[in-house]
């Protein structure tokens, strides 16, 4: 089966068979920073946005995503200039073994997306969906509140 969508903003044409997942499709075509995790949609390893919306990868049949927009982390920054969120995570020590980073970040720009009310509640919240062992949360919590607090005010042009 053939579906188009966008893919970190551009269209894509895949050629899939049925049953295959995101995160599948997305590993083959070597897009790292979605990771293979538990693939019970447990963990958020594989966490992309899909319409600004976190979503694991692991849990979602390619061809769902048909029209769709889709952004993993690679879209988000290039070698010379990181993402505000990946810089916080740098600055605050919270990307520790780095395998829930991705995931982590794609949730906090959801958040960011959907809510311009940060606090430490929500950041939790969104973080609730993304498993780490390295860190107890505290510092991705804390680089949360630092890029988000921080970034300009939507719709605000100037």
């Not at 319409?51 to 690679?74: F, M, P, Q, R, Y």
């Not at 969906?129 to 949360?137: A, E, M, S, V």
């Not at 510092?139 to 988000?148: H, I, M, R, T």
């Amino acid at each position: 089966m053939t579906i188009q969508f966008e893919l970190n903003g551009r269209l894509v044409n895949a050629s899939v068979n049925p049953g295959t997942t995101l995160l599948e499709y997305l590993r083959q075509e070597e897009y790292h920073s979605v990771k293979h995790g538990c693939d019970h949609g447990e963990c958020g390893a594989c966490t992309v946005l899909i319409n600004d919306v976190s979503i694991n990868a692991c849990l979602t049949l390619v061809h769902a995503v048909a029209g769709k927009k889709v952004e993993t982390l690679e879209c988000f920054s290039t070698h010379e200039h990181l993402h505000p969120l990946q810089e916080k995570f740098l600055q605050n020590g919270a990307a520790q073994c780095g395998f829930c980073t991705p995931g982590m970040i794609l949730s906090l720009e959801a958040l960011d997306r959907e809510n311009s009310d940060i606090t430490e509640s929500n950041i939790r919240d969104a973080l609730n969906g993304n498993l780490c062992r390295c860190t107890g949360y505290v510092k991705p919590v804390e680089a949360g509140l630092d890029a988000l607090k921080s970034s300009p005010v939507k719709g605000d042009q100037s």
